[in-house]
């Protein structure tokens, strides 16, 4: 079981960027697939996207002119960019390793609020 | 692409069963089996619970059980405990090589 942790701004404003990164631990980045999920507050969980080491990637279609996913295999690390953000992007942000195209492992979740 | 469709809550007496639907298309839950089921209890991360379909993961109780017809799938809680009150997702492959959730179904036990 590998360990995630999301780190990034806690308070972005409207039109600009979000940014977060995963750090995975306990494992190596180059073995599987890495995915984001967010879940606005006090509603259901929605996927982002997700990416491996070759760079190979998949967007969910309404956030796909918005979302870049990359991996930094040097760092053991992933990232989630999120372009042009609105209230609507206000939401918990988590990363997971994908495994049998389940999400297996999970980091803690860290909330990102747009506001100005 | 569409949410996959949950009920939105339901409820069961300890020691009871109750099954959790998770409806989808021909293009996700019909065509693979690549369904996952997640536990989510208030406040914290969601955790897997069954993949493809009928699987669990090492640690998670025989009580939680899986199963598929057609593009629907469910979730089987047997022996229903306090501990088990929390939301459940499904999600699934699908054909444009994305994933998909439901909408998430609110479990209370009486």
């Known amino acids: 079981q590998v360990q995630l942790q999301e780190s990034g701004p806690g308070l972005v404003k409207p039109s600009e960027t979000l940014s977060l990164t995963c750090t995975v631990s306990?494992?190596?980045?180059?073995?599987?697939?890495w995915s984001w999920i967010r879940q606005p507050p006090g509603k259901g969980l929605e996927w982002i996207g997700y990416i491996y080491h070759s760079g190979t990637s998949s967007y969910n279609p309404s956030l796909k002119s918005r979302v870049t996913i990359s991996v930094d295999t040097s760092k053991n690390q992933f990232s989630l960019k999120l372009s042009s953000v609105t209230a609507a992007d206000t939401a918990v942000y988590y990363c997971?390793?994908?495994?049998?195209?389940?999400?297996?492992?999970w980091g803690q979740g860290t909330l990102v609020t747009v506001s100005s | 692409q569409s949410a996959l469709t949950q009920p939105p809550s339901v409820s069961g007496s300890p020691g009871q069963s109750v099954t959790i639907s998770c409806t989808g298309t021909s293009s996700d839950v019909g065509s693979y089996n690549r369904v996952s089921w997640y536990q989510q209890p208030p406040g914290t991360a969601p955790k897997l619970m069954i993949y493809d379909v009928s699987n669990r993961p090492s640690g998670v109780p025989d009580r939680f059980s899986g199963s598929k017809s057609g593009d629907t799938a469910s979730l089987t809680i047997s022996g229903l405990q306090a501990e088990d009150e929390a939301d459940y997702y499904c999600s699934s492959f699908t054909s444009s090589s994305t994933l998909v959730f439901g909408g998430g179904t609110r479990l209370t036990v009486l």
């Open positions: 306990g494992g190596s980045i180059s073995s599987y697939y």
């Open positions: 997971a390793r994908v495994g049998n195209w389940g999400l297996v492992d």
